[in-house]
């Protein structure tokens, strides 16, 4: 199935009256430092004319070392369910394969993902979606050097194997690493305009894959070679 067909909906559009936008982003051991700071570069750009409050949620208050050794320091704890998330951001790295195993930290993102008006993942972090059963029967992508793994969270999701990114309903899931920018990048042109997107883009002199489909990682490795 193509990555641009999403049997779920569009992405919703930003709820009247809703001035700021809540943005929790999971954090842990091991997190991919670009899974969660490329994203974030575009979320709290003063270009893309959102007013986006970027926090940082983790199990403790200590703070959490990336797997490229540099550390984030968290604010929210993800046990508390009474902080609501518009946007809630589930990031990859080798941490959310021991991070997925512990039942209550999963129920507590389940809660978080269940009580958001949208939610994002990046990476391996498709993993830990798909373990909450939320997005069986949906369109997800992941990271194409680790597909396998997050497959076997979600036996009943259906994974797109081609595609930078995708979106279905509230969902967007994109593939590895960088991936996750051109992800961000095409919610903020649903939330402004693609003009205000690619202003953003041109801040940070990057060149957005603005097109899901366009995913030549795909055919570096042998699983998702086929599409």
């Known amino acids: ?29 091991e997190v991919d430092l670009l899974d969660v700071m490329g994203p974030m570069r575009i979320f709290g750009e003063e270009s893309n004319t959102l007013d986006i409050e970027i926090c940082f949620v983790s199990t403790t208050f200590e703070p959490v070392r990336t797997s490229q050794q540099v550390t984030i320091t968290p604010k929210y704890l993800v046990s508390d369910t009474t902080q609501k998330y518009d946007l809630f951001f589930i990031p990859g790295g080798l941490g959310n394969l021991e991070y997925v195993k512990k039942e209550e930290l999963m129920a507590y993102v389940k809660t978080h993902v269940e009580q958001s008006t949208w939610t994002m993942t990046v990476c391996t972090g498709a993993g830990l979606l798909a373990k909450t059963g939320l997005v069986d029967g949906y369109n997800v992508t992941t990271n194409k050097q680790m597909f396998e793994w997050p497959m076997s969270q979600g036996p009943n999701v259906n994974w797109i194997k081609r595609a930078r990114w995708v979106q279905d309903g509230k969902y967007v899931t994109s593939s590895g690493v960088s991936a996750g920018i051109d992800a961000a990048l095409f919610i903020i042109s649903e939330f402004t305009s693609v003009e205000v997107a690619d202003a953003v883009a041109t801040h940070i002199e990057y060149t957005w894959h603005r097109v899901a489909s366009e995913d030549p990682f795909a055919d570096t490795h042998p699983f998702t070679r086929s599409g």
């Open 1 to 29: 199935m193509s990555p641009t067909v999403a049997p779920h909906g569009p992405l919703p559009k930003i709820p009247k009256g809703l001035n700021k936008i809540k943005l929790g982003a999971l954090v842990f051991d």
